[in-house]
């Protein structure tokens, strides 16, 4: 039996996943309240805040453990969005509503509106605060990006 002064609190262990995304000549990323990468192949002019298409996973693919601590109640989450060697960070927050369950989409929002979709509420960011140049390169089908969420 330990004593309190023996006792030592491990810190909580970030949880992580990576998603892979493709390019699109559409991606404009010139929406004011999201950040979405969809499973599709195809993206049309209404998609302004896609900024990646040909993702290995939706919100529903993502691993269980992601998903649990997604839905911590005000957990932080961290997304870096990696082109090349830019990346774009926006920070956000879990909340306990998250359906986590489309299998297509996942959506980073502004708002604490939840859907499906919605993989990440009061983002620091949207689309179009990502840097120009990263989203010029994402115009490219050839470019490999990435989706990097850490929960805290």
């Known amino acids: 039996m330990s004593t309190p002064e023996e006792t030592v609190l491990s810190p909580t262990k970030k949880i992580m996943e990576t998603i892979s995304f493709r390019g699109h000549p559409m991606v404009r990323a010139v929406h004011p309240t999201t950040i979405e990468i969809t499973t599709e192949g195809d993206l049309t002019e209404n998609g302004d805040c896609i900024i990646g298409v040909?993702?290995?996973?939706?919100?529903?693919?993502?691993?269980?453990?992601?998903?649990e601590g997604l839905r911590r109640k005000g957990s932080p989450v961290t997304i870096r969005i990696v082109v090349g060697d830019s990346f774009f960070q926006v920070n956000a927050s879990g909340d306990p509503r998250l359906e986590l369950s489309h299998p297509r989409d996942m959506v980073i929002?502004?708002?604490?509106f939840i859907s499906d979709r919605t993989l990440a509420v009061r983002?620091?960011?949207?689309?179009?605060?990502?840097?120009?140049?990263?989203?010029?390169?994402?115009?490219?089908?050839?470019?490999?990006?990435?989706?990097?969420i850490e929960v805290g």
């Open 109 to 112: 929002r502004k708002s604490d």
């Open 54 to 67: 040909r993702a290995d996973k939706g919100c529903a693919q993502l691993e269980e453990k992601v998903k």
């Open 123 to 148: 983002a620091d960011a949207a689309a179009r605060n990502l840097p120009r140049g990263m989203v010029r390169a994402l115009r490219d089908p050839g470019t490999v990006g990435r989706l990097e």
